[in-house]
């Protein structure tokens, strides 16, 4: 469970195990100081990782990377993102032009730029993402909410979780098949969306 405080800083309790926190790899019952800020706007967290966007519009990560340098900050090619959504070892940046950068694995399309390669030294951008007003970030997919309405959504697909009628995972965005492309908002669980 993670707060930002009334001054800006951000407080965080619970599972600690690898370093979400603080680098002592223990739980922590009671709320402890993360990344030593005043000035923090946002919050994410998720699959062992916490991510905060500051006023100042430069950002951090702490947490488990498993290689894949999904906690380094900042990210080339990544410069004051408004949103941040972790992933299992890969991380997505809404930027404020309306496209979206990735970064770490990208075994299952996860990056969503056309391959499977992963991409630990910089960023990557999604391919056809250019007017996303929200990002969600599941396990191993995400999606894109864009200012049209319109849900697109790439990566691990094998429950259906990108919602356009198969289980084939996308290395690119598809479109959500919904009842209209009239969406106010997403969230991504998991493995569903």
Known sequence: MCKIQNDGSLKCKGRNHLDQYDNSRTA?????DVFGITNAETISQAHNK?????????YQ???NNDGMSTRTSPVTGVSNPIQVGQGNNFVA???SDGTVRTRGANYNGQLGDGTTTNETSGSVQVSGITTAAKIAVGQYHACALL?????????????????DGTT???????????????AVDIFVGGRTS
């Open 147 to 163: 200012t049209n309405g319109q849900v697109w959504c790439w990566g691990n697909n094998a429950q259906g979780d990108l919602g």
């Open 50 to 58: 916490v991510s905060v966007i500051k006023s100042d519009g430069s």
């Open 168 to 182: 084939t995972n996308r290395n690119s965005p598809v479109q959500a098949s919904l009842p209209s492309n009239t």
């Open 28 to 32: 922590r019952p009671a709320a402890v």
């Open 61 to 63: 990560h702490r947490g």
């Open 93 to 95: 940046y809404l930027m």
